[in-house]
Structures are given as structure tokens and as C-alpha cells.
């Protein structure tokens, strides 16, 4: 099983950028399909990006397609998100989960173990 700890969120003004690292455990962490999803206050939980083991394959939602990018080094057992013209909207509590499932699956309710998640406060 694969453990997850995010990190590289902060406080970005409108327009910026971050990028967030997901440092995953275990020997299997490569033939593992790893997604980002976030939650704002109030609201559920939500996807934004999925990467297949391999790398070859990406997923987005669509409010964040053209200005997130997700990529992993399989070597380092790490996953990133660059997140590029953030906007106010995409302030949420970023985590990421491994899964033996497809980059298109994007309910949260697959996933049961999450991390601490990484907090992304985007200012106008």
C-alpha cells in the first residue's frame, strides 16, 4: 500500500504559480496510477489531475485543464502538480492518493486513505 505526504502549498496572489509535491512510500509506487484532488471550505471534495504509472498518461478536470500540469519520477517515488495562472477558485486543501485504477476515475469516494493534504490559498 502506498502512503502519501503532500507538501509545497502556500499563499499565491491571482495569476501565480506553485507546484506541489507528493512524496509516496512503498516499493510498488510505480506501477501505482496517482491523482490529485482538492477540497475548498464547504464544499466536497473534488479531482483535478490523475497521472498513469508510467507517466504516459494524464487526466484533468476541467477547471483546471491548460494551466495544471501533473508529472511523476517514478526513481524518486514522487508525483508533482505545476499549477500555473491559479485563480481565487482554486483555493482548496490539495492531496494526493494511489490507486490501481484508471487516470479517468474521479470520485473521491474510491479512495479511503488520504494525507494531510497541502493548503493552497490563491489571493484576488
Known amino acids: 500500500q502506498v502512503q502519501s505526504v503532500e507538501s509545497g502549498g502556500g499563499l499565491v496572489q491571482a495569476g501565480g504559480s506553485l507546484r506541489l509535491s507528493c512524496a509516496a512510500s512503498?516499493?510498488?509506487?510505480?506501477?501505482?496510477?496517482m491523482h490529485w484532488f482538492r477540497q475548498a471550505p464547504g464544499k466536497e471534495r473534488e479531482f483535478a489531475a490523475s497521472i498513469n504509472y508510467s507517466g504516459s498518461l494524464t487526466y484533468y478536470a476541467d477547471s483546471v485543464k491548460g494551466r495544471f500540469t501533473v508529472s511523476r519520477d517514478n526513481a524518486k517515488n514522487m508525483v508533482y502538480l505545476q499549477m500555473n495562472s491559479l485563480r481565487p477558485e482554486d483555493t482548496a486543501v490539495y492531496y494526493c492518493?494511489?490507486?490501481?485504477?484508471?487516470?479517468?476515475?474521479?470520485?473521491?469516494?474510491?479512495?479511503?486513505?488520504w494525507g494531510q493534504g497541502t493548503q493552497v490559498t490563491v489571493s484576488s
Open positions: 512503498g516499493r510498488t509506487f510505480s506501477s501505482y496510477t
Open positions: 492518493a494511489a490507486s490501481s485504477l484508471s487516470v479517468y476515475v474521479t470520485s473521491s469516494r474510491h479512495f479511503h486513505s
